[in-house]
């Protein structure tokens, strides 16, 4: 099994705000996170497979990165998470945001030989989030 990564980076603004508690839970539960701030996120997709005979690849890399740029980077960079259509409603943690993507890619990058295997967002240097099926 080959295990092949793109790598992505994308700036955008959220506040942590669940809207179902109220202000007072929220500022105890988010802290500085509950007030508007914003991350220069990286985003790295992987997908594991074999190689393609003719290609010798297992997904072209240029094909993969634009896909997640019409798909994921195109509607988040530069933006405000908390109202963009695909975060409605959800409070855009790293761990919501990492599940919503992996939603929005996997059926795009499903082949004979290949399939999404990873959806890893560093909103920060030191805080890495994961999503595996
Ligand atoms: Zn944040």
Not at 17 to 37: D, L, M, R, V, Y
């Amino acid at each position: 099994m080959i295990y092949i990564t793109r790598k992505e980076h994308f700036s955008a603004s959220h506040r942590l705000n669940n809207p179902k508690i109220g202000k007072k839970e929220n500022e105890a539960i988010f802290g500085k996170c509950n007030e508007f701030h914003g991350h220069n996120y990286y985003l790295e997709v992987t997908l594991c497979g074999e190689p393609e005979q003719n290609s010798g690849y297992v997904f072209d890399l240029k094909k993969l990165s634009r896909i997640i740029s019409k798909e994921i980077l195109q509607k988040v960079d530069h933006k405000y998470l908390n109202e963009v259509e695909m975060f409605k409603g959800i409070n855009p943690t790293t761990e919501n945001m990492a599940g919503i993507f992996w939603k929005i890619l996997n059926p795009k990058l499903k082949t004979k030989n290949a399939r999404l295997y990873s959806v890893k967002i560093y909103e920060t240097e030191k805080n890495i989030i994961e999503y595996r099926d």
